[in-house]
């Protein structure tokens, strides 16, 4: 049973959907239209976890290249970088290994949050 949903907001819920799951291959779980078409709400899984979107502005200013939002855990870093960049993802750091046995990168999204994914699972 999950306890913590991260909830992320965007200008365009439903361009951040597509990009999301086109370039970090999350997939629908739900999503809600509004009366205009546009989405209200959605949840997006990746495994067995989920992230909340919803409208809201874009961010107050860039967030620097290391200040990650979300980190996502996954098991292949270096195809999972590949699919983000072929996608058009801001990649901000390129794969590396960490002292602590983790391979990590991170890329930036369409409204500008820097995701980080990597193999370290608390």
Avoid at 63 to 69: C, S
Avoid at 72 to 88: F, Y
Avoid at 94 to 101: E, H, L, M, R, V
């Amino acid at each position: 049973m999950r306890s913590i949903y991260p909830v992320l907001r965007y200008p365009d819920v439903r361009a951040a959907v597509d990009f999301l799951c086109s370039a970090f291959g999350f997939t629908v779980r739900e999503a809600h239209e509004l009366p205009d078409g546009t989405i209200g709400h959605a949840e997006l899984a990746y495994g067995g976890d989920l992230v909340m979107l919803g409208p809201g502005p874009a961010p107050r200013a860039r967030p620097a290249d290391d200040d990650y939002r979300v980190y996502v855990a996954l098991d292949d870093v270096d195809a999972h970088h590949e699919r983000a960049r072929a996608a058009g993802a801001e990649i901000v750091r390129a794969p590396f290994d960490t002292d602590y046995g983790s391979r990590d990168y991170a890329a930036r999204d369409l409204a500008g949050l820097v995701w980080s994914f990597g193999t370290y699972r608390p």
